[in-house]
């Protein structure tokens, strides 16, 4: 195999299990949320939803956790628990507050819950989960543009799986 190749597969393995703390953060919102909204049902002085009811606090929490979990295991695997703990935690409350300011944003240009905001529905949440993250550790500028490159097709493909089995109601 060729060994640029090998180091360009190397790096992406390394992007996905570093953004894996978000990525289960933002799904674990997405499976196990619903409930009482972040915004408590309230508009914002446009007259609109401030975030809307896909946004709730029992998915801000399983996801964190959930990413907080991932980022227990990965720091079990390289010998650094506490730091795990923490990426993971901020990885994933990233994602999470990431994806609340897309669905803020996509209130104010008014678009529906569920419609489309292409790269806005797939970045939002890595954004957010690179700044919160960077308090305590930048990956460098090469893993941000893979992260932001792989991860809508990341995004698009788990949503097209999702719907092809069922589990959501549209493809994006």
Known sequence: MNPDIFNVLNMLVYVIYFMLPAYIANVSALTFGGGTPLDFGQNFRDGRRILGDGVTWKGLVVGTLM????????????????????????????????????????????????????????????????????????????????????????????????YALGMKDVWY
């Open 67 to 162: 990413g907080t979990i991932v980022g227990l295991l990965q720091g079990l695997l390289v010998g650094n628990i506490s730091f795990g703990i923490l990426l993971g935690f901020l990885l994933g409350l990233g994602a999470l507050v990431g994806d609340a300011a897309g669905s803020f944003i996509k209130r104010r240009i008014n678009i529906g819950r569920g419609r489309p905001a292409p790269l806005l529905d797939q970045l939002d949440f890595v954004v957010g989960a690179l700044v919160l993250s960077s308090l305590v550790f930048y990956p460098g500028l090469p893993i941000i543009i893979i992260a932001l490159i792989i991860s809508p097709i990341l995004h698009l493909s788990a949503n097209a799986i999702s």
